[in-house]
T-cell receptor, first 115, second 111 residues
Framework: DGGITQSPKYLFRKEGQNVTLSCEQNLNHDAMYWYRQDPGQGLRLIYYSQIVNDFQKGDIAEGYSVSREKKESFPLTVTSAQKNPTAFYLC??????????????FGEGSWLTVV | QKEVEQNSGPLSVPEGAIASLNCTYSDRGSQSFFWYRQYSGKSPELIMFIYSNGDKEDGRFTAQLNKASQYVSLLIRDSQPSDSATYLCAVFKAAGNKLTFGGGTRVLVKP
């Protein structure tokens, strides 16, 4: 089945730890995105990537890092510098960016909780 | 001013009625507009997109775009209890190459 796979679905992080959320897509999409959603809130863009080996900061990039070594993969690392990381994290992809009518599809999301 | 604004709701509608959701955006350079539905604890799923002024219909859903007034709306006809969810408006602009979301409107359809 084609789609976007995020793992793990649930993750617990201790204070001071870095954690990495995985995102893999087999849709042959060029662009990939990471969003964060807090309870009762909309989605905020963390990072996005239009092509391999290139990515840009979104609106709330501080405390996060990404890599795009392969077209299919766009992992997100939540570092210890992110002071309030408890949230629902959504990975998304689209065929390309920068064009009207572009459509973003989402993975199932990962819940991160700080303990 | 937020880039994309929605009334948080909840918008309560009786079963079978029309639900009307509104979204305003601040950047006149915005090119395309999306409506997503999100059930509690789940990821958003695309309902439809629109990029030309006027109406676009898809089944029970109609999106309406008015670029001069900078708003986009979503009508849900014959609302069903299964339509109870949060509806997210998203706006895309080529400058910056990103999709910006509103905070969402929670809809409750009562039997």
């Amino acid at each position: 089945d084609g789609g976007i796979t995020q793992s793990p679905k649930y993750l617990f992080r201790k204070e001071g730890q870095n954690v990495t959320l995985s995102c893999e897509q087999n849709l042959n999409h060029d662009a990939m995105y990471w969003y964060r959603q807090d309870p009762g809130q909309g989605l905020r863009l963390i990072y996005y990537s239009q092509i391999v080996n290139d990515f840009q900061k979104g609106d709330i990039a501080e405390g996060y890092s990404v890599s795009r070594e392969k077209k299919e993969s766009f992992p997100l690392t939540v570092t210890s510098a992110q002071k309030n990381p408890t949230a629902f994290y959504l990975c998304a992809s689209s065929l390309s960016s920068g064009s009207a009518g572009n459509t973003i599809y989402f993975g199932e999301g990962s819940w991160l909780t700080v303990v | 001013q937020k880039e994309v604004e929605q009334n948080s709701g909840p918008l309560s509608v009786p079963e079978g009625a029309i639900a009307s959701l509104n979204c305003t955006y601040s950047d006149r350079g915005s090119q395309s507009f999306f409506w997503y539905r999100q059930y509690s604890g789940k990821s958003p799923e695309l309902i439809m997109f629109i990029y030309s002024n006027g109406d676009k219909e898809d089944g029970r859903f109609t999106a309406q775009l008015n670029k001069a007034s900078q708003y986009v709306s979503l009508l849900i006809r014959d609302s069903q209890p299964s339509d109870s969810a949060t509806y997210l408006c998203a706006v895309f602009k080529a400058a910056g190459n990103k999709l910006t979301f509103g905070g969402g409107t929670r809809v409750l359809v009562k039997p």
